[in-house]
């Protein structure tokens, strides 16, 4: 009888292990119907055979025991994955987020870095910088260090007051003398040129190939830039080559001049010399939209922003310096 018992035990384990196989996803509430399905099918293989299925309870209880913590320590670790699955997928999410939001933030912060935004000036902010002190002696011999706020301030005055020298001296990109412009050779022709841009347009006279003016248009013009007598000499303005007829007092073109593309400049300083002569600094460059250019190489200043302030790229520009002397222009310097 032990030895039947132990085939029946060896029968009922394999039997488990072929129902596991086939069932991997049993549930907890289907229980009852399965171990009832297993004692009926028990109870008539053993009935045939005469024997007493009271034997066999505490084996059916343990079985069924062991199968619900089986399935519902399964069911619990299921669960306790997913909810660390899902915990780990939000945090990768936020942290994700956090870092989109910290790239924008420090693109935003070098964007306006490089559009000037915080610069003092373009801001119109004081400083919060401890005050420096400037202690002046009251010496002969020393006139003590330069005060750097009475120095703008008087820097601001003279701009204010002598800017306007500026007005009269117009130039342009298609000129046919920029290198001797930007070199700082004031030679006659460029002097004519300049007198050129002041005389009223309705005294030019022109036709489809050819233009002229008369020799006392070009004198008056002349006389408020230059503090001289007007050498007449034949000269070019944007490619058309105006020839000086000294028996017609007149200059005439056969050619149509290029467009007009003047320069855009900026005071960057103002002095005063001990002779009274006004030096005036600019940088000055081509602007075209939201585009700035090199006058001399034409090179694109890739950096500048529409409406920002010349001084910023001078070293990318051009800087001249205008000489004058009783209101008239005198020299040009590099």
Known sequence: MAKKDKNELKEIKEVNKEENLKDKDFRIKNFKDEIDKYIKERVKEQTKDGINIKEYKEQIDKYAKERVEVETSSQTVKTLKKQLSSKKCASGIKSFIILCLLACIGYGVYYLYKDGYFDEKKNGTKCNCQETKYDVKKDDDNKGETDPKKEETKKEDLTKKYSYLLDNIIFDLNSNYTRDYYNGNLTNEIKEYLAYKLIDKEDIMSDDDSSYFELSD?????????????????????????????????????????????????????EKTDDDEIVITTVEGYVDGDKLYNILTNKKITSYKAGTSLSKYKNKLNVIKYTFTDEHLSKITK
């Open 218 to 270: 070009l004198e008056t013009a002349y006389t408020t830039l230059f503090n001289e007598k007007l050498n007449p000499t034949s000269f070019k303005y944007n490619n058309a080559a105006y020839s000086y007829l000294e028996s017609k007092e007149m200059f005439v073109a056969s050619s149509k001049p290029n467009p007009e593309k003047i320069i855009t400049r900026e005071i960057i300083n103002v």
